[in-house]
């Protein structure tokens, strides 16, 4: 690629290219404020990848819309001490022509769906062009050059015929390529990919894994790459944060996630997965009894309590805090696998 | 005595289109499907969207009327049979759905959404009805004023345990259940397939289990059908899934599911070409747009499914296989599974 390379050594040296401090983001509805994410913090490196981990309505896909201020801003707030830094810009409180030139140029954002994230009534073409336009100096011959290049490099197959189609004419695995394709086109130093194969078949999410590997490995981008895949997370993450009701409540490198998992529900989510090759076949899956609870009814103490197989009196009372020891970062009055003297060690 | 029998079984759906509306094409979504189902026995189908997993489903209990082909249930002839000839067996035979948001009725209560067909079945004498559906909602693991509330109160896994409850209601001896799992968040997933384990044991229940989730498969499931484009490509007991699979697309799914183990990696399975449209497959064997062994015989000639070292059994153990280099292979005395 034309500049990828100088640019990201630039702010390899630099330390973290996107730091995000105490996010904290309240919707206004019918029923009140309501806390979706809650103090979430992480810094992220050029060629890192960070996966955000939960189910459903833990906040993984607030947080990220935080990050590139798409929230609808009249039932949106974000909390007064939280900070998105990009380049030394607080892009929580950019302006919008500010955010503009961020969005799509620095950090760009590939939807889960992608039949309703690219536009029905314009060809492929002319949505990548429409980035190109607003960002490059290019003319029109490059940026069709430039185009034509991207969609080979998201293997998109006789790319030159391709421009003119329209995303119906494509199938699912090619249009979230195409999306792949309007987000790198920039070349932004971070991508944050929402659930980017949660609706494809494994062997079109496995292309679409190796494209993102890929293109990390080429322009060193900085991924953000929220799923409830652990699978995925194993593969391609090099730290993960696990999300439970806006909350942050592990937070460790890949293998510390999966092979030490402090928290009772990285664990509970871990043995929740079927095992691969029928190692468990027919046994009980120890799952996580009850449900995420509702936001509007919180339980006290730990969010986690009411499903916690391991909660004490503490955890009604209080509130843990997220202590991080030895760079594993978790929510818990009793982590696992912790002997006395470590525990004693991280609550100084 | 297998309970379900599917011999040659077609599902093909018309495609209308221009001004007149007229038939233009043929969407072949189950193209000759043959296996049999034990009493007692579970059977995973799996394949991606659109490989006609959710037809086959729908065929074999005549929610849909097949094309061509024949369906036997406990022995009987049951493809052409009438309406009310029917009634008696669809009692016993069940479906769970994908979506638990669109399954249910949402006038109705639970009460009332259970009932309709506990009433129509005469499963239990009217006077009993209602400790009838307090029972079943125990079963399915949930509190006793569900009976009184309406679907939309509920959240994704307890709407699933009350298609479970509702596919049960009427005490069938067979279920297919499409995809129950898929909608539902791990922690959720894991707690119903749970469920419908112990259910299994409890009622003795022989299921047809379809899923997109090799895993949920691999744990759940006896044998399992991999099918590709309308045609089952292999067929084998789940136990041997990763060592003897032999069809290069079988392979692909085992290779191009990410292992969750972090000190594990490897890079997966990418499959070059694409699906080819399920109106115009082209001759030969479907796969062969996307197969890393394609050879010229896939071009001409569809693969029979044949079993491995002979023989005719459709039964459990048989390990079926419709492919021609897996076939090259047993001719020139290739055993080995991995490739």
Redesign the interface.
């Known amino acids: 690629m034309r500049t990828g390379g100088e640019r990201v050594r630039a702010s390899r040296d630099s330390g973290p290219i996107l730091s995000v401090r105490n996010l904290v983001t309240r919707f206004r509805t019918d029923r009140g404020i309501v806390t979706a994410v809650d103090d979430v913090s992480f810094d992220l490196t050029p060629g890192e990848t960070l996966g955000i981990v939960g ?2 309505g833990c906040g993984k896909t607030v947080t990220s819309k935080s990050i590139m201020r798409l929230l609808p801003e009249h039932v949106a707030q974000y909390g007064e001490q939280s900070q998105v830094l990009y380049k030394g810009l607080n892009l929580l409180k950019a302006s919008e022509s500010e955010m503009r030139r961020v969005r799509g140029d620095g950090i760009a954002m590939i939807f889960q769906e992608p039949m309703t994230s690219l536009n029905p009534v314009f060809t492929v073409g002319w949505q990548l062009d429409e980035a190109l336009k607003y960002h490059t100096n290019l003319n029109k011959r490059e940026r069709r050059d430039r185009i034509i290049e991207m969609l080979r490099l998201v293997e998109i ?1 006789n790319p030159e015929k391709r421009i003119g189609e329209y995303p119906h004419q494509l ?2 695995g090619m249009r979230q390529r195409v999306m792949i394709a309007i987000a790198l086109c920039c070349e932004p130093d971070v991508l944050i990919a929402d659930e980017p194969t949660t609706a494809l ?7 679409i ?2 494209l993102m590997n890929g293109l990390k490995e080429r322009l060193n981008t900085a991924i953000i790459l929220i799923t ?8 391609v ?1 090099d730290r993960v944060q696990v999300m439970y009701a806006g909350r942050v409540i592990e937070s460790a490198p ?2 510390e996630v ?2 030490n998992p402090q928290h009772p529900y990285t664990r ?11 190692k ?3 046994a ?6 009850g ?2 609870p509702s936001l509007w009814e919180l339980p006290p103490g730990c969010r986690f309590q009411e499903r916690c197989k391991h909660k004490q009196q503490q955890c009604v009372d209080q509130e843990p805090a997220l202590v991080e020891v030895d760079g594993h970062a978790r929510r818990c009055h009793f982590p696992l696998g912790q002997t006395l003297a470590t525990l004693t060690v991280g609550a100084q | 005595m297998a309970l379900i029998e599917v011999r040659n079984l077609v599902k093909h759906f018309p495609v209308r289109g221009g001004v007149l509306n007229r038939v233009v094409g043929r969407v072949h979504a189950v193209n000759g499907v043959s296996f049999d189902v034990q009493r007692g026995e579970t059977v995973g189908v799996v394949g ?2 659109g490989c006609g997993k959710s037809t086959l489903g729908k065929t074999i209990i005549r929610l849909t009327d097949p094309t061509a082909g024949s369906i036997k249930y406990d022995g009987r002839e049951i493809t052409t049979l009438g309406h009310s000839a029917m009634m008696p067996i669809r009692r016993k035979m069940q479906i769970i759905f994908q979506d638990p948001y669109s399954s249910l009725n949402p006038r109705l209560t639970v009460r009332s959404l259970l009932r309709e067909a506990i009433r129509f079945h005469d499963v239990v004498p009217p006077g009993e009805t209602d400790d009838y559906i307090a029972e079943l909602i125990k079963t399915v693991g949930m509190r006793p004023d569900a009976a009184d509330k309406f679907p939309h109160e509920f ?1 994704g ?2 709407r699933q345990r009350l298609g479970i409850a509702r596919a049960l209601s009427v005490k069938p001896e067979f279920i297919v259940a499409d995809e129950p799992v898929s909608a539902l ?7 119903v ?2 469920l419908m ?2 259910l299994k044991e409890k009622f003795g229940l022989t299921l047809v289990f379809i899923s ?1 989730d ?3 498969i ?3 499931c006896d044998r399992v059908l991999v099918m590709y484009l309308g045609h089952v490509v292999e067929s084998l007991p ?2 041997d ?2 060592t003897r699979a032999r069809h290069p697309y079988t392979r ?2 085992l ?11 490897r ?5 070059q070409g ?2 080819p449209s399920p109106f115009s497959p082209p001759p030969g064997c479907p796969f062969q747009t ?1 197969c890393p062994r394609v050879m010229d015989r896939c071009r001409s000639e569809m693969p029979v499914l044949v079993q491995r070292g002979g023989g005719e059994s459709l039964g459990a153990e048989a390990e079926r296989v419709a492919c021609w280099a897996v076939e090259a292979d047993e001719r020139s005395g290739v055993t080995s599974a991995a490739r």
């Open positions: 189910e459903s197959p199938s699912g078949d494994v062997t079109i999410q496995a292309q894994l190796d409830h895949d652990l699978g995925v997370v194993a593969q993450c890949v293998g999966f092979h509970g989510l871990l043995d929740s997965i079927p095992k691969q090759g029928g468990q076949k027919g009980r899956l120890p799952a996580i009894a449900i995420v | 991606e969207s959240s896994g307890q968040d791990v922690s959720i997933q894991a707690q397939l749970n384990m112990d997109h090799l895993k949920v691999e744990h759940f789940t136990t899934l990763h692909a799914l290779g191009a599911n990410p292992i969750d183990d972090p000190n594990d990696r890079p997966l399975t990418v499959l694409d699906v996307r």
